[in-house]
């Protein structure tokens, strides 16, 4: 018996998600943008890559805010009480030390994560107000690449918002400012954000958390062609496509791609589409931008925050920048 690849029903995420295919695989050279990772298993996988021994930058971040918590908070509140406002449903132990630390200190924090999810706002919801005493949820299903729209503050309250993990390094430059700017215009003056960078460093270490020896992210990366099998009825051969990391000194970006191994069609059922690859040629996944120091605080500074202080660890490795709003 034949097996029929039928495609997911038709929803609002399906379309954006075949729209974004449509386009980037009709682009030259071939791209998909890297929101497309965060299916459930590209959620799951993502979860493993920030534990493996390579990639340093999740456990780097954490040291730093595990050492610095109290401090965090104590400059961003400058003796108002703190609302804590997450772009993303919750990076889990990091915003949880931050958390804990507002809850030392003014007894209850308000927490609002910002994300396009309900379900992952629900389960950050549950999660944290289970874990940490003290801590009401108030998440905002908005999408803050869109700017941020959030309640009035209360009198002698501010905002500390977290934008941690380095997320804001898969974002274009041009973007990544358009984007501190829409965070500016929703916030007042005082308030505070908190950005997390990574920094430039070593070649060959840069590659490896990028190219891990189990093979994580390769899987991470490669699970987006089994996503696009599994939501439009698509037809890629994960094992006709190879991961690559490449450091792209020029643009101070590490790129992903994933590589065609040999002249290859693929059809893409739900919008009856053949795609054509030429042996070697890749599909532009993700990039990953490293920060200058210094340049985290220069941005800052253009979107309309005053840097008030940078944390890093003693490699310098990982930077996390506190901005005033002014
Ligand atoms: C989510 N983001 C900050 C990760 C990064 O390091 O750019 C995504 C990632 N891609 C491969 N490994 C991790």
Redesign the pocket.
Known sequence: MRNTVLPAPASAETDRVAAAVRDGLCSLPKRLS?WL?YDEEGSRL?ER?TELPE?Y?TRTERGILSENAGRIVESASNGDRLRIVELGAGSADKTRLLLAAAVRRQGGVIYEPVDVSPSALASAKQRIEREIPGVQVAPRVEDYTQGLVLDAEGPGERRLVLFI???I??FEPLEAMGLLRGIRAGLRAEDALLLGV?LVKDEMQLLA??DDAAGV?AA??LNLLARLNRELGAEFDPAAFSHKAVWNAARSR?E?HLVSRTKQRVKIDSFEFEVEFEAGETIHT?N?YKYRPGQAEEALRSAGFAPEKTWTDEQSWFAVVLGQAF
């Open positions: 890297p990772f993502f890559i990639y930058l993990g380095s997320s390094g898969n990574d958390a990028y992210t991470f990366n590490i992903m993700e990953s």
